[in-house]
């Protein structure tokens, strides 16, 4: 009877034999990977001075004939402007001036004068006050005119002098009034280092967030 007892027990352990390698492997340990967080970015702040020299030019011909004193009128800058290889103000930069004195032409050759004042850019969706005035004369007939009062006396009178324009095209001065203060892009404050001697593609330069 023993017999047979054991030997019903190892037939038992040879039709299980997967009993046995799974009560004696180890159960395999977790292991977490933590990512760390990156490191905060500080802003690097820049402040382009008062009396920043702007070019500008009227986006329409401005002429003493349409316009009289007080009218307004838009223009734009013609280059950006820079500071630590950033681009603050932007070319192409909006703005707008006024016509702050006016005379019209007049007899005897006497030509039109025409006084623009700028006042402000819009940038960053903020008006940045500018300042700079430009005087614009006609030109006159005084040659016309002489030659009118030796021919014809008092006719001379009638000849008159040309209106004052100041074309789209013609590059102005204007002056900010203001500081402004900007974030450096990809917070670059840094110029550039001198580049290798190596043909590359230059990427486009970044362009400051200004400071609302």
């Not at 802003?43 to 500008?56: A, C, D, F």
Request: overall charge positive.
């Amino acid at each position: 009877m023993k017999l047979i007892l054991t030997g019903a027990a190892c037939a038992a352990l040879v039709a299980h034999p997967a009993w046995a390698t799974e009560t004696s492997a180890p159960a395999a340990a977790s292991v977490e990977t933590t990512v760390a967080a990156p490191a905060p970015v500080t802003p690097i702040y820049l402040t382009l001075p008062v009396n920043t020299e702007l070019t500008i030019t009227p986006n329409n011909e401005l002429n003493s004939k349409k316009l009289k004193e007080g009218d307004t009128f838009l223009f734009s800058t013609v280059f950006d402007v820079m500071m630590n290889n950033q681009i603050v103000i932007p070319k192409g930069t909006r703005g707008q001036g006024w016509v702050s004195w006016r005379t019209g032409k007049g007899a005897f050759g006497k030509s039109a004068k025409m006084e623009i004042s700028y006042q402000w850019i819009e940038l960053g969706g903020r008006r940045i006050a500018v300042n700079g005035t430009h005087r614009q004369e006609g030109r006159g007939n005084t040659g016309a005119t002489i030659g009118a009062v030796v021919a014809a006396g008092v006719f001379g009178a009638f000849v008159t002098g040309k209106s004052a324009t100041i074309p789209n095209g013609m590059n102005l001065k204007a002056y900010t009034t203001e500081p402004v203060q900007f974030i450096a892009a990809n917070n670059v404050a840094q110029p550039n280092p001198a580049p290798a001697a190596v043909t590359a593609t230059l990427a486009p330069t970044p362009t400051a967030a200004i400071i609302p």
